[in-house]
């Protein structure tokens, strides 16, 4: 059975763009969440879908924003990026809400 | 608020000793605990869980230790080999939910 596949596996971006990251879940998984991932703040939640809802939203700015297709498969935008946001974004993939999470590759952006 | 804390950074073990990683968490709600080791390049990869229920939860060489009394969850790898070293984060979530709050983190270190 395939994991969970993000895409791109890197990004390099300029201050003031946005950015648009693709997961695909492990099939037959309905939720997705995503995590910012860096040195100084560790791995925090973002938000969690699940059946194209979202479910629950972590402690970022409006920036941040995400969506899910009715295959689960998600992504997450960020615009106006900003130095700090770079980061290694990562995915989580669930059968259901509250379920054992497996963990995609990441995405490392970086942001010049 | 919530917050999962680990008492140290890094730890360094000899090949074949136990490793014990330790982790304190704030939130006397969540009822669900989990390990993640994350290798260089990887996405944090499952190693064991924990509900509040349980006080001790044992896998392939890994035991969890949950202390609800003082708040306290413990990974112990037995028989450390080289390939266990990694960062090692605690995390915990409550009932239902997908958001999952990470510790820092300790990286493991098996020197031969």
């Known amino acids: 059975k395939a994991g969970v596949t993000q895409t791109p596996r890197y990004l390099i971006k300029t201050r003031g763009q946005q950015v648009t990251l693709s997961c695909s879940p492990i099939?037959?998984?309905?939720?997705v969440s995503w995590y910012q991932q860096t040195p100084g703040q560790g791995l925090q939640f973002l938000f969690e879908?699940?059946?194209?809802?979202?479910?629950n939203k972590g402690n970022f700015p409006g920036r941040f924003s995400g969506r899910q297709f009715s295959n689960s498969r998600s992504e997450m935008n960020v615009s106006t990026l900003e130095l700090g946001d770079s980061a290694l974004y990562l995915c989580?993939?669930?059968?259901?809400?509250?379920?054992?999470?497996?963990f995609g590759q990441g995405t490392r952006l970086t942001v010049v | 608020g919530e917050s999962v804390g680990l008492h140290l950074p890094t730890l360094s073990v000899q090949e074949g000793d136990n490793s014990i990683i330790n982790c304190a968490y704030s939130?006397?709600?969540?009822?669900?605990f989990i390990w993640y080791k994350q290798e260089s390049g990887k996405g944090p990869q499952f190693i064991i869980d924990?509900?509040?229920?349980?006080d001790k939860r044992q896998g392939q060489r890994v035991t969890v230790l949950l202390n609800k009394t003082v708040k306290h969850l413990s990974l112990q790898i037995a028989a450390t080999q080289p390939g266990d070293s990694a960062v090692y984060f605690c995390?915990?979530?409550?009932?239902?939910?997908?958001?999952?709050?990470f510790g820092t983190g300790t990286r493991l270190l098996v020197s031969p």
């Open positions: 989580a993939s669930s059968w259901i809400t509250g379920g054992e999470a497996f």
């Open positions: 099939s037959g998984h309905r939720s």
């Open positions: 879908y699940f059946s194209e809802t979202q479910r």
């Open positions: 939130n006397s709600a969540s009822d669900y």
């Open positions: 924990i509900r509040s229920n349980m």
């Open positions: 995390a915990e979530k409550g009932t239902g939910f997908q958001k999952l709050v």
